[in-house]
């Protein structure tokens, strides 16, 4: 009985972490910039992107790109995508409207591409996130969470 009701607690715990709810998967958004970083980490990698924003002003962005053992089997290195490089990405924003979402596909300025996780999903599904959709954001304060300008 006890092992059943820690079962049941970490199951809810893992399902909690893998959340996707905050990424708003019936809309999509492009956004072209110069990276900053990536961020090749497990659970979740990102790429903090510069775009420009209203004036001289530049709006950092920081999108999921999923975790490393996905991407390489997505065709993905760890240094596929490098600071400096002028990138055009797609991806579901965050549904807080913060400067922060889950990549769908990363084009490079050569126009070869690369898929996130949110782009193997298949359709989005209205009010919900894909089956199976991506992972979760960074939690708030991490370094990997969006920054200002």
């Known amino acids: 009985m006890l092992l059943c009701l820690a079962a049941v607690c970490l199951t809810r715990a ?3 972490h893998h959340s996707t709810a905050e990424f708003d998967y019936t809309k999509q958004v492009t956004i072209k910039g110069m990276v900053k970083e990536v961020q090749w980490t497990n659970p979740h990698s990102y ?3 510069l775009v420009d924003g209203t004036g001289a002003e530049k709006v950092q962005w920081s999108v999921e790109i999923g975790s490393p053992s996905l991407n390489i089997g997505m065709g993905w290195r760890k240094n596929s995508v490098k600071p400096g490089d002028v990138v055009t ?3 579901s924003p965050a ?3 913060s ?3 889950t990549l769908r596909t990363l084009t490079f300025a050569d126009g070869k591409t690369l898929d996130g ?3 193997r999903m298949g359709g989005a599904r209205p009010g919900g996130p894909p089956p199976g959709g991506a992972r979760g954001g960074p939690p708030a304060g991490s370094p990997a969470a969006p920054r200002g300008q």
């Open 95 to 97: 549904r807080n409207g």
């Open 89 to 91: 990405l797609s991806l």
């Open 47 to 49: 790429i903090q992107l």
């Open 14 to 16: 893992a399902t909690a």
């Open 99 to 101: 400067p922060y979402g």
């Open 117 to 119: 996780v949110a782009a």
